[in-house]
Every structure is written in structure tokens, then in C-alpha cells.
């Protein structure tokens, strides 16, 4: 698609998204608003009802434009997906991946995440595979359209639970290049997975612990990914270095996951209408204590 056709897509995208889906998804089916309404209270009992509600409906604005992009976003070439998707500092995260043979990234569900995978394509240009992690769906006819939506950006995919095995055969093969695995790391862990407790939003909450621990297992560097929406369908993103195998080996569990932990909730705080509030984040939370540890293994 030519890049006039792709922005005319992505325009109508939003204009469907504003006068169709949005009125649809807020107002007709109401979807998962308890939900959003009750993170909200949680996240920012500062603000005032009427603030809040403000947020919520600038959320499901930003929610609804993210399903317009993902179905427009499967006609639009790579070339163009680089006009809408602008990554910082490239050199330097594939000099420093390429060096320790591979890396790790740690995203947050921040819309629109899903043309974050658009990475893939332009760190290919530095000699760098991506393994873009993701967890199958139940719904069978949404898990492949995912998947395929995915996999068109580049790179290739890898299921949550088969990931170790899949970095651990990279490392040996001698023709693979070095890869970077790129992964949603602010979902609320399932009941018996390894995580890390820390304060996000003043609450006590589990982080997946995975991540920290395969970085130090293969001493790969660590990258939180900040996303920044400069304009309706245009995003920035800067990579910020949490973990170097060199600097910091001697760090204690779980500080990693601290790290990213207070740079997500910075980027949320500076454009909260962006992060996923349908998610039952904080469920089984608790209120932070006075003198409660910054972050420790559970």
C-alpha cells in the first residue's frame, strides 16, 4: 500500500473508531467499564469522579482506535508502518544485544502495543532476530488472527510457556543470529508462576518474575520500551536500559522488575488514558504499608 493509502486507511480507521465502535463499546455494551471504573479509583484517588470519568472515556477513545489500527494496519507495508512507528537509539540496544548475543524486552500493555512489534522490521536492519512472546488465546478464531497479525510485522513468534526451550536452542545454533525476545511483562501472574512483589499505583501487586530471571540465566541485557503517543496513530518509542549483565550482576532479586515496574508507571501517569485499564491488574491487591520493602522474591 501506497503511503497516502495507508494514512487514508488509517484515517478512516479512526473515524470509524470515534462515530461507530467507541459509541458502541462505551455506551451500548459497556464494555468491562466497572472494571476500568474500579482500577481508576485505585490508581488515582487523588482525582476527583468527574476526572476520573473523563479518563475513562478518553481510554475507551484510545482503546477503540487501537482495534481500528490493528485491523488497518494489516494492508500497511513496512515502509510505511516506519511513518507511524518511530524507534530511538536503535544503534545502541542492537550494538549492545549483538555483543552479549541477544536481549530482552519489557513492554507494558500500552497502546497500541500491537504495532510495537513493528520493531522486528527495523532492528532486522542491524543483523538482530526478534522472538515477539505471546500467550494463545482461548477464542481459536481471535488466537490465529493475532498470530497472523503478528507475524507480518516480522520477526517470529514464541508461545509464553515453550520460551526457554526456544532461547536455550538459539543459543546453541551457530547460523541463528542474535535475537532479542520481546514480551508483555505487566500482566498479573497466574496463581502458581514465579513474580516478584513491588508497589505499582500504591498498591501491593505480583510482577511476572520470568523475565529478570532468564536475563541473568543468559546474561542478556534488558530494555524497557517507553511509548510516547505524539500524534492520532503516531508513536515514539525509546528504549531505556534497565539491565546490563556487566554493570549490574551484583544486583538483588527482583530488581529488575523494580526498575521496570516504576518506569511503567511513569509512562502511565504521563498519558494515562494509554495503558490497558480493562485488565483486573490490581485484583487481590493491597494498599501499601508504611514501611513496606521496595521489592522482594515471593
Known amino acids: 500500500m501506497s503511503g497516502s493509502g495507508a494514512i487514508l486507511r488509517l484515517r478512516l480507521g479512526h473515524f470509524l473508531s470515534r462515530w461507530l465502535l467507541f459509541p458502541l463499546c462505551y455506551h451500548v455494551v459497556r464494555y468491562r467499564r466497572g472494571v476500568v471504573e474500579g482500577n481508576?479509583?485505585?490508581?488515582?484517588?487523588?482525582?476527583?469522579?468527574?476526572?476520573?470519568?473523563?479518563?475513562?472515556?478518553?481510554f475507551f477513545?484510545?482503546?477503540?482506535?487501537?482495534i481500528m489500527e490493528v485491523l488497518a494496519g494489516r494492508r500497511i507495508g513496512e515502509r510505511d508502518m516506519r511513518r507511524f512507528v518511530t524507534i530511538n537509539h536503535k544503534a545502541e540496544m542492537a550494538e549492545r544485544c549483538k555483543r552479549h548475543g541477544g536481549g530482552l524486552v519489557m513492554l507494558g500493555h500500552f497502546l497500541n502495543w500491537e504495532w510495537m512489534v513493528d520493531y522486528a522490521n527495523q532492528f532486522a536492519d542491524f543483523g538482530l532476530d526478534c522472538g515477539t512472546v505471546y500467550k494463545r488465546l482461548s477464542n481459536k478464531f481471535f488466537d490465529r488472527l493475532m498470530r497472523e497479525i503478528r507475524a507480518s510485522r516480522g520477526g517470529f513468534l514464541v508461545e509464553m510457556d515453550g520460551l526457554l526451550r526456544v532461547m536455550v536452542a538459539r543459543r546453541k545454533d551457530p547460523d541463528a543470529a542474535p535475537t532479542f525476545y520481546a514480551m508483555l511483562s505487566d500482566q498479573r501472574p497466574r496463581r502458581k508462576a514465579a513474580r516478584y512483589e513491588v508497589t505499582f499505583f500504591n498498591r501491593r501487586v505480583g510482577m511476572l518474575a520470568g523475565t529478570e530471571q532468564l536475563a541473568v540465566r543468559f546474561r542478556y541485557p534488558v530494555y524497557f520500551i517507553q511509548i510516547h503517543c505524539r500524534a492520532r496513530g503516531h508513536y515514539e518509542l525509546t528504549p531505556v536500559l534497565i539491565y546490563d549483565p556487566e554493570a549490574d550482576a551484583a544486583l538483588p532479586p527482583g530488581a529488575v522488575t523494580e526498575r521496570f515496574t516504576r518506569l511503567l508507571e511513569d509512562n502511565i501517569r504521563r498519558e494515562p488514558s494509554r495503558w490497558l485499564w480493562t485488565h483486573k491488574r490490581f485484583l487481590g491487591s493491597?494498599?501499601?504499608?508504611?514501611?513496606?520493602?521496595?521489592?522482594?522474591?515471593g
Open 61 to 66: 477513545l484510545n482503546f477503540t482506535d487501537m
Open 286 to 297: 493491597k494498599p501499601v504499608e508504611p514501611d513496606a520493602p521496595v521489592a522482594g522474591s
Open 40 to 58: 481508576l479509583s485505585l490508581a488515582f484517588p487523588e482525582k476527583s469522579p468527574a476526572e476520573r470519568r473523563r479518563l475513562e472515556k478518553s
